[in-house]
């Protein structure tokens, strides 16, 4: 059926109303054209539609931060503004700070800081139990998770932070692991790697460089992934049509799985692992240093993109993971996954990803893990892979122009909702996953203390 597609798509293409179109499908005498003339006025309306929502994003004004229930005082316009608010919040409960650079820009001397800050917790567990929340790992998704995290500061009083509380854990708030990702509205870091796809030995590295390219489809996909010029003032949908035929061709769980999967072949495609451990994971590394032989890591990583708008989904590595977590996470959460337990939800399609895992590595092979990636849902899976294909093609094609900042807000608006709800939705479950996880690392501290003869 398909192999008639582009020439029934011409001819129906080539009349400009539906009785045309109707009468030239009887013609033919073919049920196909019927498929077809119906499949193309859909598409039409759906991109006319997608033209109106180009044009009008949602976007709400800022509110005032004096307002109740104003989400704008914790989300930032930006990943300069968001680092200040960042350190301010720190600064003010007294939690401990480090600031590292992750990368200048040799053109502008931009200086890209990874930025922590550390709430002691109670000094009798000396660091054994440790609570990681990271953000930024993708760049442009850091709005959500810098929000979350200067929330979770600023729930502090003045000082509270250098007084712990009996049973707390050590809480460690990473701010932009991937701060040019967040700055230049850019999922993939300075060396267009994703750090997602790049949290690995270098052993590990070196088996996936070796690995099949087409391993889940990603060359059969290219001519959508890859544009091959620079973008211009229609490509934002007439790419679709592109993508429309590869859709066809293969279904949406195969693009799905070619493009989540990674690819390390390719520096200038879309998520590329690297061909070496980047920057951020080392640096990283060498601020977890000190807590590398905790006992226990329970580590949340904050996403956007995938998933229903303004829901969290809780993605894990195992069942064991899901199976230990749910009781504690289980009653408030929308989904807790792994990419095996899903045929559609925000995991599936992950199973042959590798180096999904800020925190992998960078700990004692001893400890007892728990990796949480909290993704929350924005728009439709399609908005979202046109604005990193888009903004990918603008970056290496048209660097600096006009063009390139507007597809950069076109993927900024993919991966941050700019409406009130959603930004309040984000900040309620962030809150409520990191209030579960610390009630959580308070039991085991609880227990280990009972143990103690
Ligand atoms: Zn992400």
Not at 3 to 21: E, I, K
Not at 139 to 163: N, W
Not at 307 to 327: A, H, K, Y
Request: charged share 20%; with cysteine; hydrophobic share 40%.
């Amino acid at each position: 059926m398909t192999s008639h597609w582009p020439l029934h798509f011409a001819l129906v293409l080539s009349y400009r109303d539906t009785q045309v179109v109707t009468n030239h499908t009887q013609m033919l005498g073919c049920s196909r054209c019927l498929f077809s003339a119906t499949f193309v006025i859909g598409f039409v309306a759906v991109v006319g539609m997608l033209l109106l929502r180009d044009l009008f994003p949602v976007t709400e004004p800022l509110c005032s931060e004096t307002d109740h229930g104003c989400a704008d005082r914790y989300f930032s316009l930006n990943y300069f503004h968001a680092r200040t608010r960042f350190r301010a919040a720190a600064k003010r409960c007294g939690a401990g700070t480090i600031t590292k650079s992750v990368y200048i820009d040799p053109r502008t001397g931009i200086d890209y800081t990874m930025d922590v800050a550390i709430v002691e917790g109670d000094a009798a567990l000396n660091n054994s139990i440790v609570l990681l929340h990271t953000s930024g790992v993708h760049g442009v998704e850091g709005f959500a998770g810098s929000a979350i995290q200067i929330a979770a500061l600023e729930a502090f009083s003045p000082g509270e932070c250098t007084r712990p509380t009996p049973g707390s854990p050590t809480k460690i708030f990473v701010h932009a692991v991937n701060p040019y990702g967040f700055a230049e509205l850019r999922r993939f870091n300075e060396n267009n790697v994703d750090l997602n796809r790049n949290s690995l030995t270098p052993e590990e590295l070196t088996e996936l460089v070796r690995r099949d390219p087409n391993i889940a489809g990603y060359e059969s996909f290219r001519s959508v992934f890859e544009l091959t010029s620079a973008p211009t003032w229609h490509t934002q949908w007439t790419m679709l049509f592109r993508a429309v035929g590869g859709l066809i061709q293969h279904g949406m769980p195969l693009l799905k799985k070619a493009l989540v999967t990674g690819q390390y072949h390719d520096p200038k495609g879309i998520y590329f692992g690297g061909n070496e451990v980047q920057a951020s994971h080392t640096i990283l590394a060498g601020i977890l240093r000190p807590y590398f032989d905790a006992a226990f890591v329970l580590s949340i990583d904050v996403h956007t993109g995938l998933g229903p708008s303004g829901v969290d989904t809780l993605m894990l590595n195992s069942d064991e993971q899901v199976r230990e977590l749910t009781p504690h996470f289980g009653p408030t959460a929308y989904s807790i996954e792994t990419p095996t337990s899903t045929n559609d939800g925000a995991s599936s399609g992950y199973d042959l990803a590798r180096g999904i895992s800020t925190c992998k590595h960078k700990f004692s092979p001893k400890a007892k893990l728990w990796d949480v990636t909290q993704e929350f849902g924005t728009v439709p899976g399609i908005f979202v892979a046109r604005g990193v294909i888009l903004e990918n093609a603008a970056h290496q094609f048209s660097f600096g122009t006009d063009m390139h900042l507007r597809m950069k807000l076109l993927k900024k608006n993919a991966f941050f909702v700019q409406t009130q709800a959603w930004k309040n939705a984000v900040l309620r479950r962030g809150a409520v996953v990191l209030s579960e996880a610390d009630r959580m690392l308070r039991g085991i501290a609880a227990s280990a203390k009972s143990e103690q003869p």
